[in-house]
């Protein structure tokens, strides 16, 4: 593996793109997640150096020579970095290289600075829990209101069949009237909702912080949405960070006011889109896993629909 990095890094220096030269030879951190970045046949390689600038690159190359995900991926930061205002911009990586080696595609971005979320929620800082969860909650909703339309969200249909179907399907009598209420409540408003950018996986393991818990950066967007459905990714970190949702239901409420839609319409998507993912991610990895953690009961009902 260090070969086709070292044959990566020269074909980046050899295009001139910065601090690559510099990298060539230097100390490489690996990062393989089976259950993320296995969906798609990927790692995830951080080439770091000890060079005076301190900057480094983060790398992305694919296991598959078939990898479209890491083109949308390129396309997605893209699009989503131009949507922004520079200071949130700066906080998403920087496509500088796409390409292949040895036939297999690789994604090159900025490496961003900064203490991963999940890390810091485990160490000293663990007490400070909801204070980091609420800076990582303001982040998205500024990223949220920036990139409000006035057009459908373009998974809401697909969300209201999951949740007829799930009514059909379920025996749990109290999660069967908890997703007719959410359907009813999508029926109702689905002409008033807009559509935002939507990250698709906003979790702690994404999510880059300083000492004081403000976010630094926000990164792998390759599952993020331009006509996202709004408050999903509200919903997917509080279940990473706890599971429960009562601490962050005022911010939920000031979501609601900001991108002027009713709570009761985010507390449907958000109990509903649990139910899509997953219906995904049986997609990808069939029915052989036991149960699926987003679709962990007590959390569906603990969500006020």
């Known amino acids: 593996m260090n070969s086709i990095i070292q044959d990566t890094l020269q074909i980046l220096a ?46 992305k190359i694919a296991r598959l020579k078939d990898a479209t995900h890491l083109e949308r991926e390129a396309n997605n930061l893209d699009r989503v970095r131009s949507s922004l205002g520079a200071r949130q911009a700066s906080q998403i990586p920087k496509v500088l290289f796409f390409g292949h080696v040895r036939g297999h595609p690789f994604l ?48 809401l249909e697909e969300l209201c069949q999951c949740l007829t179907e799930f009514c059909r399907e379920t025996e749990d009598v109290n999660l069967r009237q908890k997703a007719m209420l959410a359907a009813q409540t999508l ?15 906003f979790q702690p393991g994404n999510v880059l912080v300083n000492g004081s818990g403000r976010v630094t950066g926000v990164f792998d967007w390759v599952d993020s949405e331009e006509r996202g459905l709004p408050g999903v990714d509200i919903f997917r970190m509080v279940y990473c960070c706890g599971r429960d949702l009562r601490p962050f239901e005022g911010q939920l409420q000031d979501y609601a006011d900001k991108l002027g839609v009713p709570l009761s319409s985010l507390h449907a998507i958000g109990f509903g889109s649990f139910l899509l993912m997953e219906r995904k991610l049986r997609a990808v990895w069939g029915r052989t896993k036991a149960r699926i953690p987003q679709t962990d009961p007590a959390w569906l009902r603990a969500i006020p629909v």
Do not use: Q
């Open 14 to 59: 050899d295009a001139g793109v910065r601090n690559a030269a510099n990298l060539i030879g230097a100390p490489t951190f690996h990062c393989y997640l089976p259950g993320t970045h296995g969906l798609y046949g990927a790692f995830t390689t951080l080439v770091r150096t000890d060079s005076s600038d301190g900057e480094g690159l983060a790398i």
């Open 108 to 155: 090159v971005s900025t490496l961003l600075k900064g203490a991963a979320l999940n890390v810091a929620l485990k160490g000293p800082l663990r007490l400070r829990r909801t204070h980091f969860v609420r800076e990582a909650l303001e982040w998205i909703t500024e990223m949220h209101l920036r990139t409000r339309v006035e057009v459908p969200p373009r998974e």
């Open 187 to 201: 029926d109702k408003y689905s002409r008033e909702l807009p559509s935002v950018f939507a990250h698709g996986d």
